[in-house]
Structures are given as C-alpha cells and as structure tokens.
C-alpha cells in the first residue's frame, strides 16, 4: 500500500471566488490577471465589460435567453485540445447574473413556472446551479475565477454583507465550494485616501475564505501578485 505525504502538497491551478458590491471593480480584476491577456476567456453574463476596453481579452457571451445551453457550448469548447492549448484562465462574472437567468429560464417551463410547484424549482434551480458552479471549478487544467455581487441584509440588529444569489441553500452553500474567496472592499486611511484591496481573513469579513495559509489578509487587487504567492512554479 502507497500513501503520499502532505508536506509537499502545492497547488497547480488557482480557483478563486471574488465577491464584492455592484461597481467596485470585480470585472475589471480579469486585466490583472498574467499576461499575455488572450490566455484568458471570459464567459460574461454582464452588460458592463466597458472598464476592460483595451485589453483584447477573449469574451463568450451567455445567452440570456437560454443560459444552461450556452454554458454547456462554452464547457465543451473549452474541452477541445484546441482550447486546453490557448488558454489557460477562465473569468465567470458573475455568478450572481448567471443564476438570475438560469432560475428565469426555469421559470419560462409550464410545469416549473406553476406557482404550485414552486418546491420543484428551486430545487432544478440549486442542482444547476451547484452543477455549474463545480464544473467550472474542478476544470483542469485550467484556473478559474468567479465573481458574484454582495448585498446587505438584515441580521437581527445587524447590517451585514452577503453573497447576492436567488435561493437560500444555493447561498449558503456558495463560501463551501471555494478555498479561497476574496471580498473586493474600499477601505479609507487616517487621511481619508481610498484604498482598494481584497479581503482574506474570515475575521475580517464573513465572506473572505483562505485555506492556502498563504495570504496576508489584506491583499492588493492584483490577481496575478496572489497567484504568485499560491502557485510555486
């Protein structure tokens, strides 16, 4: 019997979840990701790619209209040898848009959209969702990055930040899928200068995740600098 040791065990491909409020620059991140910047897909449910002019990244646009079909065009692209040598990063933005959709287009089914079956379609919901969520996630060898906008909601007294996705178990579930979840926040110094930087440390936020160990809990929003410190070439 073989058994291997942990104490070499490194990461090969960087999967990461990005999380922050409407307009604090999630999509813009995918230009900081390493270049050359045709190495990266970008599957976009967003309207606004307007912030990434410039940069010549490759974007397949999902389908509003049939979103589950044209994920599974893209994932089988992307599963061609063609695609496996001409890129190597996935960008997903977001996966708060891409699960209005797919819960719309279950909705547009006769037998779903009936009000008393509203039990049935939450559940086809979360099983797509879940489906697409791990797909992507584990598709090697590529290295994948989601994002997904943040609301406030209402905890007993308190205002907090939480992830902005249709369905409670799809919700709660999300932060377990991922060992790294970045939250894209603005924070003000003593001179009241902005700063922009990427929370790691689940005591600072209740939405940041870092199972690697290896990040500081405060990171610049550059996605390259923290793929570095987590994939050891």
């Not at 009936?114 to 996630?137: C, Q, V």
């Amino acid at each position: 019997m073989k058994f291997k040791s942990t104490k070499n065990i490194s990461s090969e491909r960087f999967v990461s979840l990005v999380v922050g409020q409407s307009g604090i620059g999630k999509t813009s991140l995918a230009r900081t990701l390493p270049e050359p910047h045709d190495r990266t897909l970008i599957i976009s449910a967003e309207s606004g790619l307007l912030c990434l002019s410039g940069t010549d990244i490759p974007v397949f646009e999902v389908d509003p209209d049939s979103p589950w079909d044209s994920l599974t065009e893209v994932f089988e692209y992307l599963s061609t040898d063609e695609a496996k040598e001409k890129f190597r990063f996935i960008f997903i933005d977001s996966l708060t848009e891409i699960a209005q959709l797919i819960l719309a287009e279950l909705k547009r089914d006769p037998k779903l959209g009936d009000a008393k079956n509203g039990f049935l379609l939450w559940g086809s919901y979360a099983d797509r969702m879940t489906k697409i969520i791990k797909i992507f996630r584990d598709f090697k060898p590529y290295s994948v990055v989601f994002t997904c906008l943040t609301s406030t909601e209402k905890d007993g007294l308190n205002l907090v930040d939480d992830f902005s996705m249709p369905g409670q178990s799809v919700k709660e579930a999300l932060k377990s899928y991922f060992d790294l979840v970045l939250h894209y926040q603005v924070f003000t110094d003593e001179e009241g200068n902005k700063h922009r930087k990427l929370v790691t440390d689940m005591e600072v936020s209740r939405l940041a995740k870092d199972r690697s160990g290896l990040l500081e809990s405060y990171e610049d929003a550059n996605l390259e600098t923290i793929i570095n410190k987590i994939i050891k070439e």
